[in-house]
């Protein structure tokens, strides 16, 4: 048997360096990762990846082990950022002196550009405007106007002032109709005929409201009427619906001084305070009415002079009919409050 000692050592150095690659080669093997990763099947169920308060369920309808639906996940995620609900302005933009001057501006122009409409529209319906000027009162024009309605005699001047062709409001003109003292006069007709119906026994609810209803009633019969008869008569005035209105609510102050004289002198009270109520109420009505009234030479046919008459007698009987309908209206609405009915036996 030959032997090469050439041969062995180079056999050797050959083992070596094989041993070396193979190593090397193991230890890449080990290191390198795989592609694509392994397929699991319950990777997405791991505690990690599951929502809290789900289970997972395979093809069978059963939870996979080892996880059951009592799993409690709570602490994967006690650490985990809340979720996004939607879009929301931080109110540290709300908070900016400029963002919230702009706001307040765009909030108040907003708030005015509603009020100017809903003003608009009421004011189709409701004469918003023209009702302020029958308002516009004070302390010192309801005292003189109450005394200009019991004290009527006394009183000369009954024009009316003007003010760049518009009345001048009832505060500052005393002539000048309002809707004040008519309407708490009628709140406080109502008033007292309760208390006249409870000091006679008479009082309930029902019949508080029969005295207020029909006394709107027929307020508002009274205005029809004159209305009415103001367009058959083709009369030519300054007069408005709410003027007549004024002028036919100042009726229930009289009605209250008669009806209020009746608790202390009885039936003889209350004629006489309505009797002088009237009188005045109506001499008060025909000056006030006369001065409205426009006068015959502003109409197209004043040359007429049949004309000319026959327009002042329509005057005539007009302030006539509005005078004198009022002590009928003030009886009518009081007679029964002091007059009780007599019982039946």
């Known amino acids: 048997m030959n032997y090469n000692a050439t041969s062995g050592a180079r056999h050797r150095k050959s083992a070596q360096k094989g041993s070396r690659k193979k190593r090397v080669s193991d230890t890449a093997a080990m290191n390198a990762p795989t592609y694509p990763p392994p397929y699991n099947p319950y ?84 004469p918003v405007s023209r009702l302020k000027y029958y308002f516009a009162v004070d302390t010192g024009y309801v005292t003189r106007k109450l005394g200009l309605l019991f004290f009527p005699f006394t009183h000369s001047d009954w024009s009316v002032k003007y003010e760049q062709d518009e009345p001048v409001q009832p505060r500052y003109e005393i002539n000048a109709p309002d809707l004040y003292i008519p309407t708490m006069a009628y709140v406080t007709y109502v008033l007292v005929a309760g208390l006249v ?54 009726k229930y102050v009289g009605i209250i001084y008669a009806v209020l004289l009746s608790l202390v002198f009885h039936k003889t009270g209350y004629y006489i305070g309505l009797i002088y109520c009237s009188i005045s109420l109506a001499f008060f009505l025909v000056r006030t009415l006369k001065v409205q009234i426009l006068p015959v030479g502003s109409s197209p046919h004043h040359h007429d002079p049949y004309i000319h008459n026959s327009g002042n007698k329509r005057r005539l009987y007009i302030l006539l009919f509005v005078a004198g309908i009022q002590p009928l209206l003030m009886w009518w609405l009081s007679f029964h409050l002091v007059s009780p009915p007599v019982p039946k036996s």
């Open 43 to 126: 990777a997405s169920a791991m505690p990690g990846n599951m929502p809290p308060n789900m289970t997972m369920y395979d093809d069978r309808g059963a939870v996979p082990p080892p996880y059951t639906s009592n799993a409690d996940y709570s602490h994967v995620h006690a650490n985990a950022p809340p979720m996004d609900q939607g879009f929301s302005i931080p109110s540290q933009f709300l908070n900016e002196p400029l963002v919230a001057n702009v706001a307040m501006q765009y909030g108040q122009a907003l708030v005015g550009s509603g009020k100017q409409l809903v003003d608009r529209e009421l004011e189709k319906y409701v």
């Open 197 to 250: 119906l409870g000091m006679q026994d008479r009082f309930s609810p029902e019949m508080l409201g029969i005295q207020a209803s029909s006394a709107l009633a027929w307020t508002v019969f009274e205005i029809l009427v004159e209305l009415i008869t103001l367009y058959i008569t083709n009369i030519q005035t300054n007069l408005k619906t709410l003027d007549l209105l004024a002028y036919g609510g100042y």
